[in-house]
């Protein structure tokens, strides 16, 4: 599975972006789909996850009520909408899967990963 994502861009805080991952080989539709994002310096960390039937979410809890991550089988496609962003949102954003069904919040469990999309969050 080869993913991309797209969507990133220069907003001010307390604006709003809604970033999409998409598979340009294979297909999403079988396994939970993650946002992971990694600021300068920082290591990369878990945003949320999505079950591959769309059951079951998890947020980090610096997320928690201003993002909402969702899927459309039909597209084939995974979104994460990002609302009310802070300048501390300021990272490059990446989506991924796993070969599993469990949804998991440790980068080391996805195997798979899109080239990521850098979300700029001016004060």
């Known amino acids: 599975v080869q993913l991309q994502a797209s969507g990133g861009g220069l907003v001010q805080a307390g604006g709003s972006l809604r970033l999409s991952c998409t598979a340009i080989?294979?297909?999403?539709?079988?396994?939970?789909l993650g946002w992971f994002r990694q600021a300068p310096g920082k290591e990369r960390e878990f945003v949320a996850a999505?079950?591959?039937?769309?059951?079951?979410?998890l947020y980090a809890d610096s997320v928690k009520g201003r993002f909402t991550v969702s899927r459309d089988h039909g597209k084939d496609t995974g979104y994460l909408q990002m609302n009310n962003l802070k300048p501390e949102d300021t990272a490059v954003y990446y989506c991924?899967?796993?070969?599993?069904?469990?949804?998991?919040?440790?980068?080391?469990?996805?195997?798979?990963w899109g080239q990521g999309t850098l979300v700029t969050v001016s004060s």
């Open positions: 991924a899967t796993r070969e599993a069904l469990m949804v998991v919040t440790s980068p080391r469990d996805y195997d798979y």
């Open positions: 080989e294979g297909t999403l539709s079988r396994y939970p």
């Open positions: 999505i079950s591959w039937s769309g059951g079951s979410t």
